[in-house]
RNA sequence: CGGGGUGUGGCGCAGUUGAUAGCGCGCUCGGUUUGGGACCGAGAGGUCGAAGGUUUGAGUCCUUUCACCCCGACCA
């Protein structure tokens, strides 16, 4: 993509009702816009940045066997109401409307009731199960308080998958399954190393459930960390008896706060009695399905990673999910210009994203947007190089600037 | 929802004891520049969140209201 045909713009300064640092740089730099508080739009960087998450984690679900679909983000109360959630006593974030003709419906803040409601056309014999249908979609939840930017909005995006299974025993090995599918998918943006699975509060069919917290000092959740076991402990559930469930000890824990960018949650027949979502079974015997939740915040993981790599100059994005790999900038005419347009069609015809400063302006602005950005490689082609047939490549993480020769320069980037 | 704070050109801000708004960035035009957000000159752009009120006169005072931010509570 080049520059001069994009149209959103940088800016040095920060808008003043943000003080979250991910909103400040993401709006900064022209990712996202605020329309309003905890509701943002994705501008064309931020979009692809989003992109980019939602692709990491299509391709670990669907390792795993997962069915992508999209429901709807309405929803009519007559389902809900089933299950008793359609009360605002006990789902307090409830956007609801009513449609011109008077029915009441509401804007969907997870779901659990219209999928297995939708199921239940689909699973009547044990050999339907397992099955694990998930989406990507926009959720609306009525905070009380947004806050932080993208990491808690009032309208945000989430992957959510549901696992319907045949017993808790093979619900089981999917939930072991998932949660290191999770840890993959945090490995793969960058987040793996400051990423704990950590135990919290469970249900009526569990006596835990699972969170993945990221280390970050804007988290909402303190974790206790024990770092030889790679696990955590949520502060909610922070007992002598978890303690020794555990096997661990209250000193060789740490209090961190994190920011929760994952939850594996066993939720039993608790929806499956509700709307009655069973099967036969091999004996001819009806049974409940034993299901299971599965949440990843696309919109979140993009506002803490924002935030969690930043630095003074900007944001730093892990090649992974950056909006190109590339950020070509040219100084000088002529020569400068041709040289930058045949490599800008070289990259981009070996697949390698590229955002090609071709505007008119001074090198400073240039080099000042492509750290603002933090895309990954700045590739500077320049008149002063061209003579010794060069390129400089400066890293974005580490700042370090080398000279390469063509043919080096595309080792270095493929 | 409780407490605190803020709303003035696109963005960031200043406006002293009330007298129909000013700066920086950005933008437009001309020129000089061109390896770290250049410089000179000339311009465009706001009636001060909204409504009501006090006053000869309100961005400045009063009332109501909306929005946004922070702390807390809440977080299926």
């Known amino acids: 993509m080049r520059i001069s045909e994009l149209f959103t713009k940088t800016s040095k300064l920060a808008p003043s009702d943000e003080v979250a640092k991910n909103a400040q740089l993401l709006i900064r730099a022209g990712f996202i816009n605020k329309e309003m508080a905890g509701v943002y739009t994705y ?24 069915n992508e679909l999209s429901m709807t983000a309405l929803q009519s109360k007559e389902v809900w109401e089933t299950s008793g959630r359609w009360s605002d006593d006990v789902i307090d974030v409830w956007f609801k409307t009513k449609l011109a003709g008077g029915s009441e419906v509401g804007l969907a803040p997870t779901h659990e009731e219209p999928l297995t409601n939708l199921m239940k056309n689909f699973i009547h014999s044990y050999k339907d199960l397992p099955v694990y249908p998930y989406q990507f979609q926009i959720k609306f939840r009525n905070e009380l308080r947004s806050k932080s930017g993208l990491m808690r909005g ?54 835990y459930s699972h969170e993945f917290q990221t280390v970050s000092d804007v988290g909402e959740d303190t974790i206790y960390i024990h770092e030889g076991k790679k696990i955590a402990i949520n502060e909610e559930v922070f007992t002598d008896e978890v303690l020794a469930d555990l096997g661990v000890t209250r000193e060789e824990l740490v209090a961190k706060k994190a920011v929760e960018v994952g939850n594996v949650f066993t939720l039993g027949t608790k929806f499956s009695d509700a709307l009655d979502l069973h099967f036969t079974d091999e004996d001819g015997t009806s049974k409940k399905v034993f299901m299971g939740s599965y949440g990843i915040g696309p919109s979140r993981l993009m506002g803490l990673i924002a935030e969690h790599f930043a630095d003074d100059k900007g944001l730093v994005w892990p090649v992974n999910v950056a909006p190109a790999k590339v950020y070509l900038v040219r100084i000088g005419d002529q020569d400068a210009v041709k040289q930058a347009d045949e490599l800008y069609d070289e990259l981009t015809g070996r697949g390698i994203t590229v955002l090609y400063d071709d505007r008119n302006v ?7 947007d492509s750290e603002l950005m933090g895309i990954p490689y700045r590739v500077t082609v320049s008149e002063r190089l061209i003579a010794d047939n060069q390129y400089e490549v400066t890293e974005r993480s580490s700042g370090e600037t080398i000279l390469l020769t063509h043919n080096d320069l595309l080792d270095k980037l493929s």
Request: glycine content about 10%; charged content about 30%; hydrophobic content about 35%.
């Open 43 to 66: 501008l064309p960087l931020g979009k692809l940045v989003l992109d980019n998450i939602i692709t990491i984690i299509r391709e670990e679900m669907n390792s795993i066997g997962g």
């Open 154 to 207: 009032r309208e945000f995006w989430m992957k959510d998958l549901y696992s319907f299974s045949r017993t808790q025993k093979e619900h089981d090995v999917f939930y072991e399954k998932i949660s290191n599918v999770y840890q993959r998918v945090y490995d793969r943006l960058g987040l793996g190393e400051s990423t704990y699975k950590t135990f919290a509060s469970g249900g009526s069919f569990s006596k």
């Open 362 to 368: 001074r090198p400073g602005e240039k080099f000042a």
